[in-house]
Structure formats: C-alpha cells, structure tokens
Nanobody, 123 residues
Framework: QVQLVESGGDSVQARGSLTLSCAAS?????????MGWFRQAPGKERERVAT??????QYADSVRGRFTISQDKAKGLLYLQMSSLIPEDTGVYYC?????????????????WGQGTQVTVSS
C-alpha cells in the first residue's frame, strides 16, 4: 500500500509563490512509476496539473511556465513550485501515483492518492 502525504498549502495573494510537497512511502522509491499533482476547484472536476516520471515531465496548459514539478526519488519526495499564482489556481491539490512509468492525464489512471492540501489565491 502506498501512502502519500501532501503539505505546503496556504492562502496567498495573486502573483505570489508557493511550494507544495508530497511524501511517498518507501515502495514508490523502489519502482519506476509516475507521480503527479492534480487539483480540484469548488464545483469542478479534478484535473491534472503536472506529472513526472523518469522519462517525461508534463504540464497542463494552464500552468505551463508558472509551475515546476520535481522529485527526489531516493527520498520519496515530490514537489510543485508554483509562481505567478492567479485566483483560478485556487483548489485542493492532490498528490497521486501510479506504478507504471507512463504518465496519463486521467484521474482514473492513478491508483494512489493523498488527502489533499488547500491552496487559496486571492486577488
């Protein structure tokens, strides 16, 4: 069983920056899987923000150039550096993982999920 624990959510002003972290259980450090960040705004469906594996890094169009995903695989840590934040970035941010190395955009393709961390961007 994989456990994912997010941290770093906060309330920030527009144009501000924030870094989210996700700690994964040891199992994810031993396999060549894919990890990612998803978010869910009030009244909207959960959507992919960014994903990372040994072979690729991908971003949603809405965050490309503003967000950076990275990982310290040996330590089981995943990060999301967010800058130039806008109110539309508000939502609950989830860390997710799948055991396969190819990263998908669909929520249903990720087997493991964290509890989420709230990010609120005010104008």
């Amino acid at each position: 069983q994989v456990q994912l624990v997010e941290s770093g959510g906060d309330s920030v002003q527009a144009r501000g920056s924030l870094t989210l972290s996700c700690a994964a259980s040891t199992y994810m450090t031993t396999i060549d899987g894919c990890m990612g960040w998803f978010r869910q705004a009030p009244g909207k469906e959960r959507e992919r923000v960014a994903t990372i594996s040994t072979y690729s890094t991908q971003y949603a169009d809405s965050v490309r150039g503003r967000f950076t995903i990275s990982q310290d695989k040996a330590k089981g840590l995943l990060y999301l550096q967010m800058s130039s934040l806008i109110p539309e970035d508000t939502g609950v941010y989830y860390c997710a993982a799948r055991e396969e190395y190819w990263c998908h955009v669909e929520v249903s393709d990720y087997k493991y999920w964290g509890q989420g961390t709230q990010v609120t961007v005010s104008s």
